[in-house]
DNA sequence: CCCATTTGACCATT
DNA sequence: AATGGTCAAATGGG
């Protein structure tokens, strides 16, 4: 009998293995959550909870990488799409003896885009190890092309790697290209790998969020700590900051400011009562906070046409539009904000996250989410009607951010033949209308009920004072003031 | 000696 | 056949 191939292939048992795993600790979670909390044994719904998201991170990393390997498979079993050997002192040797000794180098698949993402900058310092392990000159580049793995390749199994480009010199100008996600325990999480985090969603098929901040519980008053797992936590951190000495990027950051014990942390918690304070973790996970759903990809999809999408990519809110996961990434601009308030810090905020301090200043606000900033005040609105509003819903004030979901989705594109047909009388319509709803619910992280402000809807119309405007001052404090009285109650 | 970079070879992909 | 991604021997620095 032919056995199936899928079988011996081992790309496919690693995703098969990945989801089967995810799925029993999915299936212990629900167990532990049947049971009351003191008869939680050792193992906390957290550190469940981290395993899932692996196992399935993991997986999904797997597809996304699949591609042609699962077709060489058949011809050779012994390597083509897996390279990593759990056992790296003997990795190549082994190689060489499987393959018969015929040098195997270059027995690659082709890159795919999917899955990577971009950043150009003046330095190609990005707070992460990296190990060279090659150079290419590229047709029609004045620069080499330089080859980048991630340094715990072997020891941790960690995937991350990454192409630098000079692209410019006087100023010189680094365009970079990171692929995979890390899968090490680097010391360094930068506001780089913040960015990343927020903007890598690999697979179109799957939603899925990273989680930015530390699963295992931590209180951070150390009087009130007793649980062994946040002991364990310490010991590895420490373990980690000792291994890795060379650290450019961390003695910046000496500030040893405990967010959650900062002057200004308020006294109880609107997520939990009780009179400690909380982690970011706790805020992260508290749903009464994260108002609306700000999942608009399917909108998009469904109430504008090709061009418009790809105009709307190329926009004022490009690089919001980059990201794959509003929702998750807003997440981490809501929690940014938030630390702000307990540091009081005006000029930088920090925070916890995988259990190492990270500090942000305002300006790396501004690279996160790429909204325009200015120095000076911007409250320079001119007092006009929304000719839009006024337009597509019979008014300028009243209209919710609902109003505006429902128009969309009751009208979504239709294509005869060859051309898409739209309810709006132009192109520019639909994307301002699609604009609204992006300022609104992204930026300034509105529930679906509230009433869109027309002052902004006006900005949003004219598209050179949209594309001037502050977008990142006045969402950063908007959401401050937001946070401010979500506190208050 | 260890570790990182350099560089030409190798080969999948286009 | 050209191109680009990866490997690994050679090389170099600490």
């Known amino acids: 009998m032919k056995k199936p191939l899928v079988h011996e292939n081992p790309r496919k048992n690693r995703v098969i293995k990945e989801l089967v795993d995810g799925k029993r600790f999915a299936t212990q979670l629900q167990t532990l959550l049947q049971q009351p909390i003191a008869d939680h044994g050792p193992v906390s719904a957290d550190e469940l909870?981290?395993?899932?998201?692996?196992?399935?991170?993991?997986?999904?990393?797997?597809?996304?990488?699949?591609?042609?390997?699962?077709?060489?498979?058949?011809?050779?079993?012994?390597?083509?799409?897996?390279?990593?050997?759990?056992?790296?002192?003997?990795?190549?040797?082994?190689?060489?003896?499987?393959?018969?000794?015929?040098?195997?180098?270059?027995?690659?698949?082709?890159?795919?885009?999917?899955?990577?993402?971009m950043r150009e900058s003046a330095t190609v310092e990005d707070g992460c190890a990296w190990r060279k392990y090659g150079q290419k000159n590229i047709l029609n580049s004045k620069y080499p092309r330089c080859y980048f793995r991630c340094t715990h390749k072997y020891d941790q199994d960690c995937r991350a790697t990454k192409q630098v480009q000079i692209i410019q010199e006087n100023p010189i100008i680094y365009h970079t290209t990171y692929f995979g996600q890390h899968a090490c325990n680097s010391l360094k999480i930068t506001k780089h790998e913040m960015m990343i985090i927020s903007q890598s969603n690999h697979n179109p098929m799957v939603e899925m969020e990273s989680p930015p901040f530390e699963i295992k519980p931590k209180l951070p008053n150390s009087d009130a700590i007793h649980d062994s797992t946040v002991k364990e936590e310490d010991q590895e951190s420490n373990k980690i900051a000792s291994t890795k000495s060379k650290s450019p990027t961390n003695s910046k950051a000496p500030k040893q400011r405990r967010i959650s014990k900062g002057p200004s942390v308020p006294v109880t918690s609107p997520t939990k009562s009780g009179d400690r304070y909380y982690e970011f973790r706790d805020w992260f996970n508290c749903r009464t906070y994260w108002k609306g759903n700000h999942n608009l990809k399917s909108l998009i999809a469904t109430f504008l046409t090709p061009a418009q999408q790809e105009k709307l990519n190329n926009d004022t809110f490009r690089y919001i539009m980059v990201m794959e996961n509003f929702k998750c990434s807003m997440k981490l601009v809501h929690c940014l904000c938030l630390s702000r308030i307990f540091t009081n810090d005006r000029d930088s905020i920090s925070f916890k996250t995988f259990g190492h301090d990270v500090s942000f200043t305002l300006e790396d606000f501004h690279v996160m989410c790429s909204l325009r900033i200015t120095s000076h005040n911007v409250e320079n609105l001119s007092k006009r009607e929304s000719t839009i509003l006024k337009h597509y819903f019979g008014k300028s004030k009243g209209v919710t951010l609902k109003d505006i979901r429902d128009f969309m989705s009751q009208n979504e594109i239709q294509k005869d033949d060859v051309n898409f047909k739209h309810v709006c009388?132009?192109?520019?319509?639909?994307?301002?209308?699609?604009?609204?709803?992006?300022?609104?619910?992204?930026?300034?992280?509105?529930?679906?009920?509230?009433?869109?402000?027309?002052?902004?809807?006006?900005?949003?119309?004219?598209?050179?004072?949209?594309?001037?405007?502050?977008?990142?001052?006045?969402?950063?404090?908007?959401?401050?003031?937001?946070?401010?009285?979500a506190l208050d109650n």
């Open 49 to 117: 909870l981290l395993k899932i998201w692996r196992s399935f991170s993991e997986a999904i990393t797997e597809l996304n990488t699949w591609g042609l390997a699962f077709q060489i498979e058949e011809v050779d079993q012994a390597d083509s799409g897996d390279r990593k050997s759990k056992d790296s002192t003997s990795e190549l040797k082994k190689k060489k003896d499987k393959q018969g000794g015929k040098d195997r180098r270059g027995c690659y698949k082709r890159r795919k885009t999917s899955g990577s993402w």
């Open 425 to 485: 009388e132009s192109d520019e319509d639909a994307m301002k209308l699609m604009k609204i709803l992006v300022v609104e619910s992204i930026l300034f992280g509105k529930k679906n009920e509230s009433t869109v402000l027309e002052k902004y809807t006006t900005i949003v119309e004219d598209n050179k004072s949209c594309a001037e405007y502050p977008w990142g001052n006045v969402s950063y404090e908007k959401l401050i003031t937001s946070m401010k009285h």
